[in-house]
């Protein structure tokens, strides 16, 4: 089983990621000090989302948002979902209504 060590302290983990944003080299920190340049890397990515930064990930649309921005966006797409299934009822309603009396609702636009 490999070898693990007790973390890193928050200290030395804000001195990397100044050093980083500084224009260091993660490579040239990795072999200065002990941690490894991903965990560099992670630590920088980590410190940019929780102080609202953005990381731009093409692999997915939501990635460079930070964690208040999701939330929103998930509360917004589930809104917009609500709102469709209202419309959908309401335009069915309409139409079953027209039927029954034969005349058109005042105000459709066909949409």
């Not at 089983?1 to 973390?7: A, D, N």
């Not at 093409?58 to 589930?78: F, K, Y």
């Not at 979902?81 to 309401?90: A, F, K, N, S, V």
Request: proline share 7%.
């Amino acid at each position: 089983m490999p070898q693990t060590r007790p973390p890193y302290a928050p200290e030395f983990r804000r001195q990397m990621i100044e050093l980083l944003r500084a224009g260091r080299d993660p490579a040239d920190l990795a072999r200065e000090f002990e941690p490894s340049a991903q965990a560099i890397r992670n630590w920088v990515a980590q410190a940019d989302r929780q102080e609202g930064r953005r990381e731009v990930k093409p692999a997915s649309a939501d990635a460079g948002l930070v964690a208040a921005e999701r939330e929103e966006l998930a509360r917004l797409r589930r809104e917009v979902r609500q709102l469709r299934l209202e419309r959908d009822i309401l335009s069915k309603a309409a139409a079953w209504f027209a039927r029954e009396t034969g005349t058109m609702p005042s105000g459709s636009s066909g949409s």
